[in-house]
């Protein structure tokens, strides 16, 4: 699910036409060379790929098909797109928008269907986040059908402000240093998942979004639940940027420079043999025993 952030305006619609088109043309081409670079940096897309675009009518995953079909047009690699968008039977949910509008770019796409809302709505009581059990059911009918299908790799929509605000979630409420990956492997081990918008701000997605027209879908589902932990982290970050322009960049940049021996991790960094003199140390028991080394002899 995205980080939800008070964002900066979009695009101004007062522009002169001539210079609303020249700004989104920049714009995009920002946006062309970020993807790019992400999926040059972690290896994303190869030659023959069958790549399964997950689109759920929100201004991410429409600019990562977007951005995706454009570089497809020039990629040093030969690869297919198929958009998948899986309808969740949520009441009033708009079925024509998405049809209506892959038609028009003429991409290949699929839309399964599958009532998880009513599981959702049943089992989650009233008052609690739903969103843990969605993703869950969503990501098992998206794999399920990536692997009925012989997808070799699965798009989504996360950007640069999801992966930082996962770190954050991760620190603060589970007590561990991990995030969102912009490549990664299915617990199963049947499926390689890639992000390849990390690298894009959603300030930026939410300006092309508004100059692309795209048609938005809101989630209705999640969307009103004010309480949630993600929503909390993105009012904070959000917090930081307007104080300290350009901090999630910084934030984001740190991610991918780890120093293992700075951390505190004894399974990512040898400390123990560090400027050790012996071949065997004390454990912790030994220290917490309270007996002294001549009196164990």
């Known amino acids: 699910m995205s980080t939800v952030l008070p964002l900066p305006d979009p695009l101004p619609r007062t522009l002169d036409p001539r210079r609303a088109a020249h700004e989104t043309q920049k714009l995009a081409k920002r946006l062309r060379h970020q993807v790019g670079r992400a999926i040059a940096d972690f290896g994303m897309i190869e030659d023959g790929d069958k790549v399964m675009v997950c689109l759920s009518g929100g201004k991410d995953s429409y600019t990562l098909l977007n951005i995706l079909l454009q570089l497809q047009a020039k990629a040093p690699v030969s690869f297919s797109i198929t958009a998948v968008n899986l309808d969740q039977k949520q009441p009033g949910f708009p079925e024509h928008i998405l049809p209506d509008y892959l038609r028009t770019l003429g991409v290949d796409y699929h839309i399964i269907e599958?009532?998880?809302?009513?599981?959702?709505?049943?089992?989650?009581?009233?008052?609690?986040?739903?969103?843990?059990?969605?993703?869950?059911?969503?990501?098992?009918?998206?794999?399920?059908?990536?692997?009925?299908?012989?997808?070799?790799?699965?798009?989504?929509?996360?950007?640069?402000?999801?992966?930082?605000?996962?770190?954050?979630?991760?620190?603060?409420?589970?007590?561990?240093?991990?995030?969102?990956?912009?490549?990664?492997?299915?617990?199963?081990?049947?499926?390689?998942?890639?992000?390849?918008?990390?690298?894009?701000?959603?300030?930026?997605?939410?300006?092309?979004?508004?100059?692309?027209?795209?048609?938005?879908?809101?989630?209705?589902?999640?969307?009103?639940?004010?309480?949630?932990?993600?929503?909390?982290?993105?009012?904070?970050?959000?917090?930081?940027?307007?104080?300290?322009?350009?901090?999630?960049?910084?934030?984001?940049?740190?991610?991918?420079?780890?120093?293992?021996?700075?951390?505190s991790d004894p399974k990512l960094f040898d400390f123990l043999s560090l400027g050790s003199r012996s071949a065997a140390l004390p454990d912790a028991h030994d220290w917490l025993a309270g007996a002294p080394h001549d009196a164990r002899d």
């Open 114 to 263: 599958q009532d998880t809302y009513s599981v959702v709505s049943r089992v989650v009581p009233e008052g609690k986040t739903m969103c843990s059990l969605c993703s869950r059911l969503r990501r098992g009918a998206l794999y399920t059908y990536a692997e009925a299908n012989g997808f070799t790799k699965i798009a989504l929509g996360h950007h640069r402000d999801d992966l930082v605000a996962t770190f954050f979630l991760n620190l603060f409420f589970h007590a561990k240093l991990s995030g969102m990956p912009p490549k990664l492997r299915s617990d199963d081990g049947k499926h390689v998942v890639i992000r390849p918008l990390a690298y894009v701000a959603e300030a930026d997605i939410v300006a092309y979004a508004d100059a692309k027209a795209f048609p938005i879908i809101p989630c209705n589902l999640c969307g009103s639940q004010e309480n949630l932990q993600r929503k909390q982290v993105g009012l904070m970050m959000a917090q930081w940027e307007k104080a300290h322009p350009g901090r999630i960049e910084t934030i984001a940049r740190a991610l991918g420079d780890i120093r293992p021996s700075q951390l």
